[in-house]
């Protein structure tokens, strides 16, 4: 309960906050970088993940879409990689921005939005 | 460094972030934002003096980016610690356990566990890294307990030259004392021993009640338990309490269902359709309805919660014994200017202690904080606030937002011309300060 009431009241205030928030503009071009690759990240991108992502990506916390669970992020791709990307490095919502990774470039971000969309 | 002259606008700072535009830095509020020119992230600490060795240009260290203030913003390198991290070694005799700086304090509870020791306090948010949390000498609740700083007993610092030095109470205690809140000032800590405890189990009991009531006790309740703390919820008369003791009793700890936390928000987001000056009355209504609750488990389960919401605060400690009028004022000021705010305010005792930099350096503090939704501007709040925690001699939290420069903090911290000296002494090149550390230091 003392969950409940601290993180309800703190809840409200932040979720007034999130109705004036406006979704950023997505932009037109892809990003210049290298191709991201498809599958399993490598392991240097994966620990990245286990530091960061894991946070709240393993169990939904704040509503965040667990990897690995399709549905619960077809809805977010359907408004585009990009959009997901700029998502993440601004941050939105509940997930703060670059998502915990500090180290993080933004063929990481891809990567790993990737691979937490498309699960095992 | 344009970075932070952005910082202190509200909500998130800096333009909208487009697809091939450089990656920027943002903290977790995103009232910070800087453009590094690059970010190393070492695999170890001969990586690091290699990395430290080889280079010239300003460098600064970050943990989680969960420090509302300029501490990291930079246009040079950041400086990225989780590889180093986990547990790297303990001893059962002392209870004292090692952990690479960039161990974030959420992954320090179960390996803690795992080898007989448990911290002796955690903050209430625990996403932080350790060498984060210790560099601004963040803290928990208790009379009788330190913040994170006062536990440590050994810490390594790397300094901008590469030199490595390790640090401890025995060997060098002045240079330690410096260090244990440091800011990143005086170099990179890589690993850091920490004073642990056994394990425990806690016993948290939450209730609402007059806040009047509660700050009577105040002194008498914060004795009694190992945390008592407020949460004074702004435009009414109530405060959430919150007492927490130890236990034998099994674990018991239910999440809080989504029913339960939707009625809960609902309900709550009827403030806001009300003025602030007219919504006492259904504030206290609504308080006077909520019926006490506890919850059982290990301790690191207990001392942290999960912010999702985010927020931008402002935190000072002030004399314990000047507390209580502090907190008084600050709450009729936010009534008497109607400031529109939901959030509840923190209120909460740490132990004293002797770090040069500690807010708590001499003597047992009153840590109150204010908080504001990232989303909203926070300035009407701060910057009527601000001026209470001075008239009570507060010192602000080096990781919450605060307008002190060198003058005033050297008033306040009497090791502060030392501090300066000894960052002089081992960054003569200034290459981790930024503008808010100059700011801070007179640099």
Known sequence: ?120 | MAASVLAGLAGAAGPAFASRDPLPWRNWSGGQVAYPAGRFAPDSEAALVDWLRAGSGPVRPVGAGHSFTALVPTDGHLLVLDKLSGLLGHDPATLRATFGAGTRLSDMGAPLERVGQASFILPDIDRQTLAGAISTGTHGTGLTLHSLSGYATRLRLVTARGEVIDLSEDADPDRFRAACVSLGALGIITRIEMQNRAPYRLRVRNWAQRIDEVLEDFEASARAHRHFEMFPLTHSDYALVLAIDETDAPVNHPPPSPEEAAAFDAAMRKWLEVPPGERRPLINGMAEQIEPTEAVDVSYRILSNVRNNRFNEMEYAVPREDGARCLREILATIAERKIDVVFPLEYRYVKGDDLWLSMDEGGDRAAISVHRSAAFDYRPLFDAVEPIFWKYGGRPHWGKLHTLGAAELSRLYPRFDDFRALRAELDPEGRLLNDHLRSLFGT
């Open chain 1, 1 to 120: 309960m003392r969950r409940l009431l601290v993180i309800g009241l703190i809840g409200l205030a932040a979720s007034c906050g999130g109705c004036s928030e406006r979704a950023p503009e997505v932009a037109s071009e892809a990003p210049a970088s290298r191709p991201v690759t498809a599958g399993t990240p490598d392991a240097g991108v994966m620990a990245k993940w286990a530091r960061s992502c894991a946070l709240c990506h393993v169990n939904g916390e704040g509503g965040a879409p667990r990897s690995g669970v399709r549905a619960e992020w077809s809805p977010r791709l359907a408004a585009g990689e990009e959009r997901l990307l700029i998502h993440t490095v601004e941050g939105y919502n509940n997930m703060p921005p670059l998502g915990y990774c500090m180290d993080c470039e933004r063929d990481d971000f891809l990567e790993l939005i990737r691979f937490m969309a498309a699960g095992s």
